[in-house]
């Protein structure tokens, strides 16, 4: 049977597989952007202008148009988004910021993500070379103002503890590596959601999933009872292609249980 790569037939199958009550949002890499596509503060309209907070708004309210980013359009986001998705150059504030306080600030613009700012630049630097994936980045959910747009490079899931778990249980159904298929990589929020699943830098590891997000500084609007996974576009297809044989489909009893025990 030829396998189904389209966004509407894996979007299908990534809700069903993981029960998920919140839409999953796909990148896709854009030279020309779609009708109707805004920045991100047409969507994050109060606070810090955070590109993954407009991307789990996306994923909450369906009817966020999709969000775009690109060399000519930074504009309403944050820097840090800018840099993680290859737009601009780290600046080399970012390190001190992740990790002690930049010179000048108080102590509230300090993130203590990392012991040392050496930490945090040697950590930065292992990313490797920017891959650009196209003029613009284009996040959004699967309905008709994506559909124009080429396949995805990533796909991006919300969800509970349990609908993540068995999700990043369908990653490992055709895996015979037990450790790296699924990983908690340290970075921003935007690079655990996009820059990571999307191949964006020369040495993120391939095939390979992105549960987080490992960083402290977005729990003021991130919530306590949620988790990210994301994923290459590739890797969506191949569990929608799973999904059936899987435990998912086969022992849906022990999977989503209608009853637990006390403990």
């Not at 509407?8 to 999953?24: E, M, W």
């Not at 340290?186 to 549960?211: M, Q, R």
Request: net charge neutral; glycine share 8%.
């Amino acid at each position: 049977m030829q396998s189904d790569f389209s966004i509407s037939h894996v979007d299908a199958k990534l809700v069903q597989a993981g029960r998920l009550h919140l839409r999953p949002v796909y990148t896709f890499a854009a030279d020309t952007l779609p009708a109707g596509a805004v920045q991100v503060s047409a969507v994050v309209t109060e606070g810090h202008k955070c590109l993954a907070k407009a991307l789990l708004i996306q994923a909450i309210h369906p009817e966020v148009p999709p969000v775009y980013l690109g060399g000519d359009a930074m504009k309403g986001c944050c820097f840090g988004a800018s840099a993680w998705l290859g737009f601009m150059k780290m600046p080399p504030m970012m390190k001190a910021m992740y990790a002690s306080v930049p010179k000048g600030d108080g102590k509230h613009n300090a993130h203590y993500l990392k012991a040392t700012p050496d930490l945090c630049e040697a950590g930065l630097k292992s990313l490797g070379r920017l891959i650009p994936a196209g003029k613009y980045l284009v996040m959004g959910t699967c309905d008709e103002r994506t559909e124009s747009l080429a396949r995805p490079v990533s796909a991006l899931c919300f969800g509970t503890a349990e609908q993540i778990r068995n999700l990043c249980g369908l990653v490992h159904f055709s895996r015979a590596d037990l450790f790296n298929p699924v990983i908690a990589a340290w970075g921003a929020h935007c690079a655990t959601f996009i820059s990571y699943p999307a191949g964006l830098w020369e040495n993120v590891p391939k095939d390979t999933a992105f549960i987080g997000p490992a960083a402290s500084y977005g729990n003021d609007w991130f919530p306590p009872d949620l988790l990210a996974l994301s994923m290459p576009y590739r890797m969506a297809v191949q569990l929608s292609e799973d999904y059936g044989q899987s435990f998912a489909e086969k022992c849906p009893d022990k999977t989503y249980p209608a009853t637990r025990d006390q403990l």
